[in-house]
């Protein structure tokens, strides 16, 4: 009986501690057809809110999120497909509404800008490594006078040192 007041304790903790998605979507928005809601939630998680910029504005509560998904409502009501509402946005505010920007010309560095700096990063890492592996004990100890290097035989065969002059 206890083990089942822990395990029910921790699961209602576990589901408070859990994220829940929280929709800007207000209760007068919502189209009367379940299907092209679905529609117009899915589009609206594409599009980027321009105030908040790093939302979209599914999840902004922004005044201009909530006339961009009204718009996005009025179009797929109007009967256009999920295509042409991207593309009357895109045509409106540009490419930068679009979370994933498209595949494009101008695009083109924004695509490859990680995958490059990727590959960079490991061809540095890659020489550096190859240029530590050239360094080794015997580069070192070849440059050792004749002392230091008598020094440092003592030292490795754990001699005490001879005392030394000042």
Same mark, same amino acid.
């Given at each position: 009986?206890? +083990?089942?007041?822990?395990?029910?304790?921790?699961?209602?903790?576990?589901?408070?501690? @859990?994220?829940?998605?929280?929709?800007?979507?207000?209760?007068?928005? #919502?189209?009367?057809?379940?299907?092209?809601?679905?529609?117009?939630?899915?589009? @609206?998680? *594409?599009?980027?809110?321009?105030?908040?910029?790093?939302? +979209?504005?599914?999840?902004? !509560?922004?005044?201009?999120?909530?006339? $961009?998904?009204?718009?996005?409502?009025?179009? #797929?009501?109007?009967?256009? +497909?999920?295509?042409?509402?991207?593309?009357? $946005?895109?045509?409106?505010?540009?490419?930068?509404?679009?979370?994933?920007?498209?595949? @494009?010309?101008?695009? $083109?560095?924004?695509?490859?800008?990680?995958?490059?700096?990727? $590959?960079?990063?490991?061809?540095?890492?890659?020489?550096?490594?190859?240029?530590?592996?050239?360094? @080794?004990?015997?580069?070192?100890? +070849?440059?050792?006078? *004749?002392?230091?290097?008598?020094?440092?035989?003592?030292?490795?065969?754990?001699?005490?040192?001879?005392? !030394?002059?000042?």
């Amino acid at each position: 009986m206890r +083990s089942r007041t822990i395990l029910a304790g921790l699961l209602a903790a576990a589901l408070m501690a @859990s994220p829940l998605p929280v929709r800007a979507v207000q209760p007068d928005e #919502i189209m009367s057809d379940p299907a092209k809601e679905a529609r117009a939630r899915e589009l @609206s998680r *594409e599009l980027r809110c321009m105030v908040c910029q790093n939302q +979209s504005i599914d999840d902004s !509560e922004a005044p201009l999120a909530r006339d $961009l998904r009204l718009l996005v409502r009025e179009r #797929i009501a109007a009967g256009d +497909s999920d295509r042409q509402v991207i593309d009357f $946005l895109v045509a409106r505010y540009g490419e930068f509404v679009l979370l994933k920007p498209r595949f @494009s010309p101008h695009t $083109l560095l924004l695509w490859l800008i990680p995958p490059l700096a990727l $590959l960079g990063g490991g061809l540095a890492l890659w020489r550096y490594s190859r240029r530590r592996r050239g360094t @080794s004990v015997d580069d070192a100890s +070849s440059k050792l006078t *004749e002392e230091e290097a008598a020094r440092l035989a003592r030292l490795i065969a754990a001699e005490p040192p001879a005392e !030394e002059p000042r």
